[in-house]
């Protein structure tokens, strides 16, 4: 990576780092504690995110390997989960699933969307310009499913002992078990596809970016004429 990309690529996930800081504080400063925040896939996808970008920024300034890319995969498809899910599913009062939104303070309805669109659109710009070309594999987009299958598990057994989820599609209280599976098993196979999709974009990328040929080595120069040789030629009927 030239240096000039390398330059982008750290302002970039400083970027990235700042806003989660941000929405974070901002989000705070509302109803919610930080640790009362903790529970939710957001904030965990978010400091996943500027974590790992905190860490890359790091990297590129020192010019060194970028983290690998099944990881950065992972946490830009977890990003963009919290915000497709955010915009498509809870705050859409078209969805089954959408929350009541509460009026909030200009300090955190900033902070709102710092974590659910502007780290979301950050990352993805981070994957899509600086992040490395054809090393994702179609079963990744399987391995990845691990967290949000983990956070279901946690948000469940929480609700048992709290009594509260931080979801409607994790209701288990309203929608029973049952309900919960089917949610989960639409979900999962959900962000199954989205994941095929990143992989599907890498490998386009890939395969639009050529490949530098190697300079051809420099022609060797003339070998001198021995001593004694003479050029011969052909003039009319003689020869010289």
Do not use: K
């Given at each position: 990576?030239?240096?000039?990309?390398?330059?982008?690529a750290?302002?970039?996930?400083?970027?990235?780092?700042?806003?989660?800081?941000?929405?974070?504080?901002?989000?705070?400063?509302?109803?919610?504690?930080?640790?009362?925040?903790?529970?939710?896939?957001?904030?965990?996808?978010n400091?996943?995110?500027?974590?790992?970008?905190?860490?890359?920024?790091?990297?590129?300034?020192?010019?060194?390997?970028?983290?690998?890319?099944?990881?950065?995969?992972?946490?830009?498809?977890?990003?963009?989960?919290?915000?497709?899910?955010?915009?498509?599913?809870?705050?859409?009062?078209?969805?089954?699933?959408?929350?009541?939104?509460?009026?909030?303070?200009?300090?955190?309805?900033?902070?709102?969307?710092?974590?659910?669109?502007?780290?979301?659109?950050?990352?993805?710009?981070?994957?899509?310009?600086?992040?490395?070309?054809?090393?994702?594999?179609?079963?990744?987009?399987?391995?990845?499913?691990?967290?949000?299958?983990?956070?279901?598990?946690?948000?469940?057994?929480?609700?048992?002992?709290?009594?509260?989820?931080?979801?409607?599609?994790?209701?288990?209280?309203?929608?029973?078990?049952?309900?919960?599976?089917?949610?989960?098993?639409?979900?999962?196979?959900?962000?199954?596809?989205?994941?095929?999709?990143?992989?599907?974009?890498?490998?386009?990328?890939?395969?639009?970016?050529?490949?530098?040929?190697?300079?051809?080595?420099?022609?060797p120069?003339?070998?001198?004429?021995?001593?004694?040789?003479?050029?011969?030629?052909?003039?009319?009927?003689?020869?010289?």
């Open positions: 990576m030239s240096l000039r990309r390398r330059r982008a750290a302002i970039l996930r400083l970027m990235v780092v700042f806003s989660v800081l941000a929405g974070v504080v901002l989000t705070a400063l509302g109803p919610a504690t930080v640790t009362g925040l903790l529970p939710y896939f957001t904030i965990q996808s400091l996943a995110v500027g974590a790992l970008a905190g860490y890359a920024a790091l990297q590129a300034w020192r010019d060194r390997p970028d983290p690998p890319p099944a990881l950065r995969g992972a946490v830009t498809l977890y990003i963009t989960i919290t915000g497709v899910v955010y915009h498509l599913v809870l705050a859409n009062p078209a969805s089954p699933f959408a929350m009541v939104q509460p009026d909030r303070s200009g300090g955190e309805a900033l902070g709102n969307q710092l974590l659910h669109t502007v780290v979301p659109l950050l990352a993805v710009a981070d994957w899509v310009l600086f992040d490395q070309r054809g090393r994702l594999r179609l079963r990744y987009a399987a391995w990845w499913l691990a967290f949000p299958l983990g956070y279901l598990g946690f948000a469940l057994l929480r609700g048992l002992v709290v009594h509260r989820y931080p979801y409607p599609f994790l209701d288990a209280a309203e929608l029973g078990y049952a309900g919960v599976a089917i949610s989960a098993v639409f979900f999962a196979i959900a962000f199954w596809l989205l994941g095929l999709l990143y992989i599907g974009i890498d490998h386009t990328l890939t395969t639009r970016t050529p490949a530098l040929s190697p300079a051809p080595p420099p022609a120069p003339p070998s001198p004429t021995p001593p004694g040789d003479h050029e011969v030629s052909v003039t009319g009927n003689g020869v010289s």
